[in-house]
């Protein structure tokens, strides 16, 4: 393979909670400027924007230079998805129509180069607790959104900020895991090799804000992305290798 493969997730556009949330959108527009000409495919695995509501006939406000990068990309042929985390749930039909981006609600098995990966946001696998559960069953249900999509934009857009914003510090957020602790998507990943009759080379996973990359003791590795709130990080797999960078 010519070209290179690249994974990125968390990148919480938009969050108030960023110290500039502009600053953050440039510098990932920059990430994918320099990529755009070396990738083949670039896999965004969720948390992309901290909040994002798509109505029938109207989208939320901001994001514009990194949606034109997104399109410009796709447009020059380069395989773009997009992979639902638990902030940027509320995508339907409007990005993947005008960015040109392959939407996926749930983890993902492909084979690239003749190794098999597993991919997705992360929080659809392992130990989760139960208030994440519900709420997680509650946002993607379908007649919950048409409910939510009746009521105007004035009220709906504040709180949802303000509950992401709140969210990461509580249980609906992103888990808080120390690299040596046991963590629930390592379980998970070393369950799934154990029991699995074609075992997977690659688990690629957000959500944690963690960077790492781990052999499983039932073969192949774990990896997760990190985020670009603190870690402007990112996978890149050229065909044979696959390595952990920071931009
Ligand atoms: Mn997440």
Redesign the pocket.
């Known amino acids: 393979m010519d070209k290179k493969i690249y994974f990125i997730s968390?990148l919480h556009l938009g969050a108030r909670t960023l110290e500039s949330p502009l600053e953050t959108e440039k510098r990932v527009v920059k990430w994918l400027d320099s990529v755009k000409d070396s990738a083949s495919a670039i896999y965004l695995l969720?948390?992309i924007l901290d909040y994002w509501f798509e109505y029938r006939c109207v989208v939320p406000r901001g994001y514009t230079r990194f949606f034109g990068k997104i399109a410009e990309l796709t447009d020059n042929g380069v395989e773009v998805h997009w992979f639902i985390?638990?902030?940027d749930i509320w995508i339907f039909d409007y990005l993947p129509n005008e960015l040109g981006i392959i939407l996926h609600k749930k983890s993902y098995i492909t084979d690239i180069c003749g190794k098999r990966f597993y991919m997705g946001?992360g929080?659809g696998e392992g130990k989760r607790p139960l208030g994440f559960l519900f709420l997680r069953s509650f946002f993607r249900n379908k007649l919950c959104q048409k409910l939510y999509s009746a009521i105007h934009p004035w009220w709906t857009v504040p709180f949802a900020h303000g509950w992401s914003s709140t969210s990461r510090k509580s249980a609906g957020g992103?888990p808080k895991f120390a690299n040596n602790e046991s963590n629930p998507l390592v379980e998970f990943a070393e369950e799934y090799n154990q029991k699995a009759d074609s075992k997977i080379d690659y688990f690629i996973f957000?959500?944690q804000h963690l960077l790492f990359k781990r052999p499983l003791k039932s073969g192949g590795e774990i990896i997760l992305t990190g985020d670009w709130i603190k870690l402007c990080s990112y996978v890149e797999f050229d065909g044979s290798t696959i390595e952990l960078k920071q931009f």
Do not use: S, V
């Open positions: 968390d969720g948390d985390g638990n902030h946001h929080d992103e957000g959500h």
